[in-house]
T-cell receptor
Framework: EDKVVQSPLSLVVHEGDTVTLNCSYE??????LLWYKQEKKAPTFLFML????IEKKSGRLSSILDKKELFSILNITATQTGDSAIYLC???????????FGKGITLSVRP | IAGITQAPTSQILAAGRRMTLRCTQD?????MYWYRQDLGLGLRLIHY???????GKGEVPDGYSVSRANTDDFPLTLASAVPSQTSVYFC????????????FGNGTRLTVT
């Protein structure tokens, strides 16, 4: 059974801090790993990772995948209060290529 | 604005009642999904549809049914609601069933009393 484990489950930082969110996984037939940000309502797409060692970057957010060690990290530099959200890691794999979500990491950024 | 529309936004429902959650997308995506999100359990797949006319069971399908008569609509029906179905329900779509990013609706908050 495919599995996605995110850590820590929650963390609190102050504006300007850098945070690293972790996602480890077990899967048969890996296809891709995705990161989402969820604020009040719908999760919004951040990154899709398919290859090891290639960093995806968008502003202060970046993410990288390690297919050998089976994990991904999402980095946020110079955090702002608007970064407060739940960050979801999702894995696409298995026989049916369906998404399996982790339980999410709740990030709180305090002024 | 292109996207996914879910209705209703929220609903309080008596146990034993039948309820259909509506989901419509205008992006012509082939694949559509229903998830429920519960505190401590994350997002769990209920049912999915890879293309119009086909559906499949996800991780937690019991008590739910879906239909996919056309590309745009993917309603989720609770035939006889139970309190354990209290949750936030998200509909999502993607332009393929092979790992493309999902686009989510804004969710339906359902409370079964």
């Amino acid at each position: 059974e495919d599995k996605v484990v995110q850590s820590p489950l929650s963390l609190v930082v102050h504006e300007g801090d850098t945070v690293t969110l972790n996602c480890s996984y077990e899967v048969t037939n890996f296809r891709s790993l995705l990161w989402y940000k969820q604020e009040k309502k719908a999760p919004t797409f951040l990154f899709m990772l398919t290859s090891s060692g290639i960093e995806k970057k968008s502003g202060r957010l970046s993410s990288i995948l390690d297919k050998k060690e089976l994990f991904s990290i999402l980095n946020i530099t110079a955090t702002q209060t608007g970064d407060s959200a739940i960050y979801l890691c999702a894995l696409v794999g298995g026989a049916n290529s369906k998404l399996t979500f982790g339980k999410g990491i709740t990030l709180s950024v305090r002024p | 604005i292109a996207g996914i529309t879910q209705a209703p936004t929220s609903q309080i429902l008596a146990a034993g009642r039948r309820m259909t959650l509506r989901c419509t997308q205008d992006m012509r995506h082939n694949a559509m999904y229903w998830y429920r999100q519960d505190l401590g359990l994350g997002l769990r797949l209920i049912h999915y549809s890879n293309t119009a006319g086909t559906t499949g069971k996800g991780e937690v399908p019991d008590g739910y049914s879906v239909s996919r008569a056309n590309t745009d609509d993917f309603p989720l029906t609770l035939a006889s609601a139970v309190p354990s179905q209290t949750s936030v329900y998200f509909c999502a779509s993607s332009d393929s069933d092979r790992g493309s990013p999902l686009h989510f609706g804004n969710g339906t908050r359902l409370t079964v009393t």
